[in-house]
């Protein structure tokens, strides 16, 4: 499944550091999405895109920095990062963000803080 | 709040039925899904339930109950390959996501 592709695979960076990941999705759909996963927690949403305007900041901190070009594009900017932002970093797109869409993911990029 | 409840970790056999519960209090339901999530992959969609009852797709089934706020994933005919973590996410009335922790399935020879 190619539906929704994410990179880098894994991302290990220091504090002071500057990078970007990069989902891109192929299927169609209008709205795209940001989580976060860390261990065995569930899921939180981080951001929403619905045809490129931001419909969702779920009082993420500042220090992430989302941008959605167009529908098939979604970054997610990081700088000045914490240990405790480590995690897996999914991306999601679905059809529609207003309606009970099914959301499909990419693989995700393990992200290590140091 | 909004919380959804499902077990940590479940163990079964090769060739046996597991059932994986998950119940939710949230604001509102539009739909409940299950997902699947092998170690370093993707959640990848299984189900979705809005009415009350069950739905069965091949060895996978689903099963939703409104009034008790409650739902079931049942894995028949197990094998190695459904090792993974099963993920219960609630539609809110917002239509956002509200995920539990997932269940972590082990499947033993």
């Known amino acids: 499944e190619t539906g929704v592709t994410q990179t880098p695979r894994h991302l290990v960076m220091g504090m002071t550091n500057k990078k970007s990941l990069k989902c891109e999705q192929h299927?169609?759909?209008?709205?795209m999405y940001w989580y976060k996963q860390s261990a065995k927690k569930p899921l939180e949403l981080m951001f929403v895109?619905?045809?490129?305007?931001?419909?969702e900041n779920n009082s993420v901190p500042s220090r992430f920095s989302p941008e959605c070009p167009n529908s098939s594009h979604l970054f997610l900017h990081l700088h000045t990062l914490q240990p405790e932002d480590s995690a897996l970093y999914l991306c999601?797109?679905?059809?529609?963000?207003?309606?009970?869409?099914?959301?499909?993911f990419g693989p995700g990029t393990r992200l290590t803080v140091l | 709040g909004q919380n959804i409840d499902q077990p940590t970790e479940m163990t079964a056999t090769e060739g046996a039925i597991v059932q994986i519960n998950c119940t939710y209090q949230t604001s509102g339901f539009n739909g409940l899904f299950w997902y699947q999530q092998h170690a370093g992959e993707a959640p990848t969609f299984l189900s979705y339930n809005v009415l009350d009852g069950l739905e069965e797709k091949g060895r996978f089934s689903s099963f939703l109950s409104r009034s008790k706020g409650y739902s079931y994933l049942l894995l028949k005919e197990l094998q190695m390959k459904d090792s993974a973590s099963y993920l219960c996410?609630?539609?809110?009335?917002?239509?956002?996501?509200?995920w539990g922790a997932g269940t972590k399935l082990i499947i033993k020879p």
């Open positions: 996410a609630v539609m809110d009335s917002n239509y956002q996501l509200i």
């Open positions: 895109y619905s045809l490129e305007e931001r419909v």
């Open positions: 999601a797109s679905s059809l529609t963000s207003g309606g009970a869409d099914t959301q499909y």
């Open positions: 299927l169609g759909h209008n709205a």
